[in-house]
């Protein structure tokens, strides 16, 4: 039997990138998707789902759309993102608020809507997307690295509290990976060349690389993980 047969999941920012490959991965291990992104192109899951998560209505009419078109929950993957990009002196407040809307409040938001379906599952996982720079930081990136630093202390904490449920929350944090997100930097040699160079494996990630990480958060295999940053970088950040 494949190891997330008949498991319910709801993964966010579905139509691309890292949240496009854990939708295929986790249909390939048996799993039901419910796929949630802004717009629908790109999105293949059982149920595909067009929702702005910088809007609280729309979340509480998607975890609405898990109770009753998948009919329950067992895995959260929350991984829609966006990367504001700017320094302190010209980020507005206006893009300081979105990101911070969807990829930390938007999370937050999602798993408390999503509660009770999850605390009615034997299986329930919630998994966020941090990133390396959940750890650390970079020029330009203060909102993004802000949001991604919050939502591993959300992730912690949250842990603790669905503990006892049977729940267990963890966050992947994915180096550098060939996406929708990252395309447009990529496409400058030089920093494509900058990413590999700084890796143990020598090579970019790409979004089934993280796309099996929240696979295995999700599986039984996991069962004992819970409150955890996982990096995922092809080890870029084991050296200076
Ligand atoms: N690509 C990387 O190098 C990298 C590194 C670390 C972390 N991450 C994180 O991985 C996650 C996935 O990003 P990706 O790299 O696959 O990028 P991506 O741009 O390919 O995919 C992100 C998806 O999120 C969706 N999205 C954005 N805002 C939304 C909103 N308001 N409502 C609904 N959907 C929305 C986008 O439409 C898009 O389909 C993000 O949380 C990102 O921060 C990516």
Redesign the pocket.
């Known amino acids: 039997m494949s190891r997330l047969q008949g498991r319910k999941a709801l993964v ?9 490959a854990t939708v295929a991965r986790l249909l390939a291990d048996g799993a039901t998707v419910l796929a ?4 629908s192109e ?1 999105m293949a899951g059982t149920i595909n789902h067009v ?5 609280p209505q ?1 979340i509480a009419v998607l975890a609405a759309a898990a109770e009753s078109q998948l009919g329950g929950l067992d895995i959260l993957v929350n ?5 504001p990009v700017g320094t302190l002196e010209d980020l507005t407040d206006d893009q300081w608020q979105f990101g911070l ?3 930390l409040l ?1 999370p937050a938001r999602l798993a408390k809507a999503c509660l009770s379906l999850l605390k009615d599952s034997s299986t329930g996982r919630v998994i966020n ?5 959940s750890r650390y930081g970079d020029a330009g990136l203060g909102a ?1 690295a802000a949001s ?1 630093h919050a939502i591993l202390g959300f992730t912690r904490s949250l842990a603790m509290e669905l503990g006892p449920f049977g729940i267990t929350v963890n966050c992947v ?11 447009g930097m990529l496409e400058n040699g030089a920093a494509a060349e900058y990413y590999r160079d700084k890796s143990a494996l020598k090579r970019l ?1 790409q ?1 089934e690389d ?1 796309a099996d990480v929240i696979a295995f958060l999700a599986s039984d295999d996991a069962r004992f993980i819970t409150g955890q940053g996982i990096i995922a970088d092809g080890g870029v950040m084991t050296h200076s």
């Open positions: 966010t920012g579905a139509a691309s990138g890292i949240g496009a949630c992104d802004i717009s790109g929702a702005n998560l910088a809007d729309a991984n829609a993102g966006v990367c809307d969807v990829n938007a997307t941090g990133s390396i720079l993004y991604k944090q994915p180096g550098c990976i060939v996406t929708g997100m990252t395309r990630g979004p993280i």
